[in-house]
């Protein structure tokens, strides 16, 4: 990463807002002086100081507060000072560029966050938390985000790495003492440890993949046959007419993509095409983006009728192994049926019309219980990489499991682990490549 020891920089950290209240943010060893060359005197440490802003010439910039938060004791760990002004974004940008002439340079996205990582006030999944508060879609995740930026996640990473530490130490000990007659290796408490952090991983990682819901949204594609109220289920819970309904077969014939909130849960539905085989060459372009759509979903919502429900699980067939599955029995109204839910052939059944609605609720219900809704004070938010790390951790104990069982082989075991140690350190950074570095802070917006 490049060095910041000499450099500062300077940013319009929040517009104007509903009390007409900007901020421009200055870190970096040159925040003394600026600070005392805009206030006329050496500024008090976290002091509201108010003041004028005035330019080179002298000439009335703004008049608002100033305040220096010298370094470590600040959000980068360096000399921060922080400039609140009242009035548009032209003078926003005034007073940058005022900072700018006085030894600032401007920021790069993500670079305040940044220094507050490589001066260790932060680690990086907390990093990450902050972009993920300010892009929250939901009030759950806006509360998951701000667990993630106080550390919850990051504990309990710190908490599995530890274990897994202390295992690696039992299997490289007992790898030291070859020439012993004694079996170290089968010692009952290597297998209890490594079983004990096998459960505690499965328990992390469940956790993360809600709290990865609860950062992007549930993603859920409504898949089925042409006719069988696909179109008719997204508008009944998006509360619109966004989907055409017709009777005609293969009305539908491109992905139709809505995003609501149910009582504070993103969700993202996907109206597909009917799957069916079909000579249109339109509608099988159709039918192709909704096995896509499949994919990259999080809940596959089937919706079907008793006749073909059974039937129609083979849709069902080819999806990835933690894809959710609900089978929405519709049209109820139409053969008489009660509302009902029951789980069976490791789906959710449920029994509705998207018609009349009734039976909906539960639906949404069910919806915002896989989207991490009652998920309780400890919910954190978690993004795509850290599941994924959490995914190859888990190999690698299944792995180190494997070859300790069948073949007592120390060595290969405790590669493994060394593996899962160093996959397990990138998620708060205790491993970091530039490159990963320089992903994920570029993701982030000017001024944070």
């Given at each position: 990463?490049?060095?910041?020891?000499?450099?500062?920089?300077?940013?319009?950290?929040?517009?104007?807002?509903?009390?007409?209240?900007g901020v421009v943010r200055v870190s970096g060893p040159a925040v003394p002086t600026i600070a005392q060359t805009l206030l006329g005197?050496?500024?008090?440490?976290?002091?509201?100081?108010?003041?004028?802003?005035?330019?080179?010439?002298?000439?009335?910039?703004?008049?608002?507060?100033?305040?220096?938060?010298?370094?470590?004791?600040?959000?980068?760990?360096?000399?921060?000072?922080?400039?609140?002004?009242?009035?548009?974004?032209?003078?926003?940008?005034?007073?940058?560029?005022?900072c700018c002439e006085l030894g600032a340079r401007l920021a790069r996205p993500g670079e305040f966050t940044e220094r507050a990582f490589l001066n260790g006030k932060l680690d990086l999944a907390q990093a990450e938390a902050v972009a993920d508060l300010i892009a929250a879609h939901s009030q759950a995740g806006a509360r998951a985000a701000l667990q993630s930026m106080e550390g919850v996640f990051s504990r309990k990473i710190d908490v599995l790495l530890q274990a897994l530490i202390a295992l690696r130490v039992h299997i490289e000990a007992a790898i030291d003492f070859p020439e012993e007659e004694i079996d170290f290796l089968a010692d009952p408490a290597i297998t209890s440890q490594l079983e004990s952090v096998r459960t505690e991983l499965t328990e992390l990682l469940i956790e993360a993949q809600r709290g990865l819901r609860l950062n992007d949204?549930?993603?859920?594609?409504?898949?089925?046959?042409?006719?069988?109220?696909?179109?008719?289920?997204?508008?009944?819970?998006?509360?619109?007419d966004r989907a055409i309904v017709n009777a005609t077969a293969g009305t539908t014939r491109d992905v139709l993509r809505e995003s609501l909130s149910l009582d504070g849960i993103a969700l993202e539905l996907a109206d597909t095409a009917g799957l069916r085989d079909t000579d249109d060459e339109v509608e099988r372009e159709g039918v192709r983006r909704a096995h896509g759509e499949l994919q990259r979903a999080d809940v596959a919502l089937l919706v079907t009728d008793a006749d073909?429900?059974?039937?129609?699980?083979?849709?069902?067939?080819?999806?990835?192994?933690?894809?959710?599955r609900i089978v929405l029995?519709?049209?109820?109204?139409?053969?008489?049926?009660?509302?009902?839910?029951?789980?069976?052939?490791?789906?959710?059944?449920l029994?509705?019309?998207?018609?009349?609605?009734?039976?909906?609720?539960?639906?949404?219900?069910?919806?915002?219980?896989?989207?991490?809704?009652?998920?309780?004070?400890?919910a954190f938010s978690a993004r795509r990489r850290h599941v994924?790390?959490?995914?190859?951790?888990?190999?690698?104990?299944?792995?180190?499991?494997?070859?300790?069982?069948a073949a007592r082989a120390g060595e290969l075991?405790?590669?493994?682990?060394?593996?899962?140690?160093?996959?397990?350190?990138?998620i708060t950074g205790s491993y970091s490549s530039d490159d990963l570095l320089g992903a994920i802070f570029s993701s982030f917006c000017i001024g944070k």
């Open positions: 990463m490049p060095d910041h020891a000499a450099d500062t920089i300077a940013a319009i950290a929040s517009a104007p807002g509903a009390a007409g209240v005197r050496a500024a008090q440490p976290r002091h509201a100081h108010f003041t004028a802003f005035r330019d080179a010439a002298g000439e009335l910039i703004d008049r608002g507060l100033l305040l220096h938060f010298p370094a470590p004791a600040s959000y980068t760990g360096e000399h921060v000072l922080e400039l609140q002004g009242h009035g548009s974004a032209v003078l926003l940008d005034l007073l940058l560029r005022r949204g549930l993603r859920v594609a409504i898949i089925g046959r042409p006719n069988a109220g696909k179109s008719s289920l997204l508008n009944a819970l998006a509360g619109s073909l429900a059974n039937a129609d699980l083979a849709f069902f067939t080819a999806l990835p192994a933690n894809v959710e029995i519709n049209k109820i109204d139409r053969d008489n049926l009660a509302p009902h839910g029951e789980q069976r052939d490791h789906a959710h059944w029994w509705a019309s998207a018609k009349t609605g009734e039976g909906l609720d539960p639906l949404r219900n069910h919806l915002k219980h896989l989207a991490g809704a009652g998920s309780g004070e400890g994924l790390a959490l995914q190859q951790v888990a190999i690698h104990l299944d792995q180190a499991a494997a070859v300790l069982t075991a405790a590669e493994e682990l060394r593996h899962a140690q160093r996959v397990l350190g990138e």
